[in-house]
């Protein structure tokens, strides 16, 4: 039976282990060498290193499923089993999504951890990502995982950000898309438009799966050459959900 699972230490630069070890009963001089003792059932574990050691409980933290429009955080429990002080000069994420919070030093023996927060509405799908620490360990940088899986209300097709082309001034564009509704009892509202011509919004229920969108463009033009309008389909139920945007750019060609 095994009560201890398996952690990461991070050792200072120096340790070779392969090097000779020190003899019992030779005197630790300016070494400082501390001992590290890990009991088991079965035998005894005896580690001799000096300065920080990092200890993560869990490398990979794993949110799991949750609603895309719920903040969620997370956390990482970090240990010092050093005899130095851990310092971390930074903690940067690969997605400005995950936010990280971390302490700027650990002092030997103690404990900290680091927070990951994501905001609402941030993902709307399977994700996954990276947070680097940096460390005055020998590593320098300190690597940990997250991933998880934001389940949205709806997912719209195809993709709602629309590059129209090349159009003549005056002309008519027509789009159709398809939100596929991931709940029943979905409603939505007056469709909010921005534009410089006239725009319509269509919208059709197919039962409690989908709903039909078509959105239509008549008499196109711009002040400038660049054409940009935006359709914003607001949700009423349930409460606290992003609005169906969708958007368009292109050229007008006059």
């Not at 890990?38 to 050691?53: L, N, Q, R, T």
């Not at 429009?69 to 429990?77: F, L, P």
């Not at 460390?135 to 934001?150: H, I, R, S, W, Y």
């Not at 997912?155 to 027509?174: C, D, M, R, T, V």
């Amino acid at each position: 039976m095994r009560i201890f699972e398996k952690i990461r230490l991070f050792r200072p630069a120096g340790d070779e282990r392969s090097a000779a070890r020190p003899r019992a009963g030779t005197p630790r001089g300016d070494c400082s060498f501390r001992f590290l003792l890990i009991f088991a059932f079965f035998g005894i574990s005896i580690s001799c290193f000096g300065g920080p050691v990092l200890k993560i409980e869990a490398m990979d933290f794993q949110f799991g499923e949750f609603p895309a429009n719920e903040a969620k955080q997370g956390k990482y429990i970090l240990h010092n089993i050093g005899d130095k002080v851990l310092s971390i000069t930074a903690a940067r994420s690969t997605c400005s999504c995950a936010k990280p919070e971390y302490p700027k030093e650990i002092a030997p023996g103690k404990s900290a951890e680091i927070k990951l927060s994501i905001g609402a509405n941030s993902y709307n799908s399977k994700f996954q990502g990276k947070v680097y620490l940096i460390t005055n360990l020998p590593e320098k940088m300190v690597e940990l995982a997250f991933a998880g899986e934001a389940q949205p209300l709806f997912i719209i097709e195809p993709e709602p950000e629309i590059y129209i082309g090349n159009l003549q001034a005056g002309s008519s564009y027509e789009k159709e898309f398809t939100v596929h509704l991931k709940k029943n009892g979905i409603k939505f509202g007056k469709p909010k438009i921005e534009a410089e011509f006239p725009v319509t919004v269509e919208k059709k229920y197919i039962e409690d799966k989908a709903l039909k969108v078509t959105i239509k463009g008549k008499e196109l033009k711009s002040k400038e050459s660049q054409l940009k309008f935006t359709v914003e389909i607001p949700v009423l139920e349930p409460a606290g959900w992003p609005p169906a945007r969708f958007q368009f750019q292109g050229k007008i060609n006059k």
